[in-house]
């Protein structure tokens, strides 16, 4: 077991530093986040009731469109001078490749969702500092839902012609459950109503597709990458 989570851990540690020396997906991702936002921005007034009843969905829209331009480039980056074909050889199982990415799409995909949720709360005029800490379970749970599927169709469509279109037709569709209960849960949370009895069925969704996913992810990902 040992021998696994060292397989994990040193996968993890290449993506991310491979990601931190070329900042690629990172500056691109951020970017298109801070554009969207900016245009909200002017489409919307910060002080409106309008904006408070969309303020999750708009979030989690920039979370899933930002998310997936990071996802896309986990498996495309080792395409060149046959990398994937070496790590798929390498002496450690592909449980702990995919793992290993999906942990460095995660931690990725959250330092961009972080900077993108302090400038929406900036852009927006929203304060939600009484119901910080859930918010961040929202983000945590809905942003692995997202990493985990993201990550096993990036490895799916990473030899095809059109990857860049096809991982978003793939992805999204299975995301719509986990994207309701975290849009759901976001609007309440930042609405001022705290977690209860009428919203956290939508957190034990998103908890419960965050376990369903990741199981059948690492089961299904030798046949994936290997065939």
């Not at 095809?160 to 991982?167: D, F, G, I, W």
């Amino acid at each position: 077991m040992g021998a696994f989570w060292n397989g994990v851990w040193t996968i993890a540690q290449k993506d991310l530093r491979s990601e931190l020396r070329t900042k690629e997906a990172f500056n691109a991702s951020f970017s298109f986040s801070l554009v969207i936002l900016v245009l909200f921005s002017f489409a919307f007034d910060p002080t409106s009731e309008e904006l408070h009843a969309i303020a999750g969905g708009l979030l989690w829209i920039v979370f899933s469109f930002a998310g997936a331009l990071i996802l896309n480039r986990s498996f495309a980056r080792e395409l060149q001078n046959d990398c994937l074909d070496a790590l798929v050889s390498a002496p450690i199982s592909t449980a702990a490749l995919f793992l290993g990415k999906t942990l460095a799409n995660y931690f990725l995909l959250l330092l961009v969702e972080g900077a993108a949720l302090a400038v929406f709360a900036i852009l927006y005029d929203t304060h939600f500092s009484k119901q910080f800490w859930p918010v961040v379970l929202v983000v945590v749970l809905g942003t692995w839902g997202m990493t985990i599927i993201g990550t096993m169709f990036s490895a799916l469509t990473v030899n095809l012609r059109m990857r860049e279109m096809m991982l978003p037709t793939l992805v999204y569709p299975l995301l719509i459950p986990a994207l309701m209960a975290a849009m759901t849960l976001t609007t309440d949370l930042m609405g001022g109503t705290p977690l209860g009895p009428g919203n956290t069925i939508w957190l034990r969704v998103l908890a419960g597709f965050d376990l369903i996913y990741s199981v059948l992810a690492v089961v299904f990902i030798d046949i994936v990458l290997v065939g």
